[in-house]
């Protein structure tokens, strides 16, 4: 009390001068509905903007649950979207029953690009269906098979691995061919086997196959960025620009394919 006391004695023109000058704004404002308004107005602006910067830090913070979110509405999507339907009629009918494939939403949570075989771990395991050889993709393109799961977790063979190999085909001449990653950048893989009547221009797309029991057809695998003829007879080959960012690699689906169970069965009987 003594320390306040000896601060206002020291300092009382100054708090007597803004004192005096905070009454003469009220006055003032008070008096005058030009001043008023404008007083009114500017204190808006102040708390507006101060709300609008509260809002944009929640939202920063709720970003995670958005997309967390986001990913869920995607998948149920792509689930809907994969149907048997009858194409003499060009109508169709989503149903539980007619949907080939469940996505299922995951968040990488490790992730390599910079060894000869690359992994990723996702936060799903076997509590949430997740299996041995289901494919995974992102939401521009393939990203690699399950190869092994626990409870909650599942580990991903990257396409860039050195054991990776899926059959793709050209969008443009329907031709067949296999995706490599032999190239040691992540942004890149090999096209090989394809036949020497077929040429190939930078920017061609590369798609899923039917023939692969992973991954649905016509998922994008990336586009041609060099095309490398080979001698007569020979098969040739064709650098591939991944659709796919492995380095900044964050969100993922796994692919569920409801009739694998049947198909299983009736290749296990061919066996036989």
């Not at 649950?65 to 990913?71: G, I, K, P, R, T």
């Not at 992730?111 to 395991?125: E, L």
């Amino acid at each position: 009390m003594y320390n306040l006391r000896r601060f206002i004695i020291k300092h009382h023109f100054v708090i007597l001068f803004i004192l005096l000058e905070v009454i003469s704004v009220l006055l003032l404002a008070n008096s005058q509905r030009f001043h008023r308004d404008r007083m009114v107005n500017t204190t808006n602006d102040v708390v507006g903007k101060i709300y609008e910067w509260s809002s944009e830090v929640g939202n920063y913070f709720r970003l995670n649950s958005a997309n967390e979110q986001l990913a869920e509405e995607n998948a149920l999507l792509r689930q809907r979207l994969s149907v048997v339907y009858d194409t003499t009629t060009c109508t169709f009918d989503i149903s539980e029953g007619d949907t080939l494939y469940k996505y299922i939403p995951a968040q990488v949570v490790n992730n390599s690009t910079n060894q000869a075989n690359n992994y990723i771990i996702i936060n799903k395991g076997k509590v949430d269906g997740i299996e041995r050889d289901m494919g995974v993709i992102s939401t521009d393109g393939i990203v690699g098979v399950v190869t092994d799961v626990s409870r909650h977790f599942a580990s991903v063979m990257s396409l860039l691995h050195s054991k990776s190999v899926v059959g793709v085909r050209i969008k443009e001449s329907q031709e067949l061919a296999s995706l490599k990653w032999e190239t040691n950048n992540y942004r890149y893989g090999m096209v090989e086997d394809i036949p020497t009547h077929i040429l190939l221009q930078k920017g061609d797309t590369i798609l899923t196959s039917s023939h692969s029991y992973i991954f649905p057809e016509d998922l994008m695998v990336g586009t041609v960025e060099e095309f490398y003829p080979t001698a007569v007879d020979a098969l040739n080959k064709a650098k591939v620009r991944f659709a796919t960012d492995f380095a900044t690699l964050r969100h993922v689906y796994v692919i569920r394919d409801l009739h694998k169970p049947e198909l299983d069965s009736l290749k296990a009987r061919q066996k036989l």
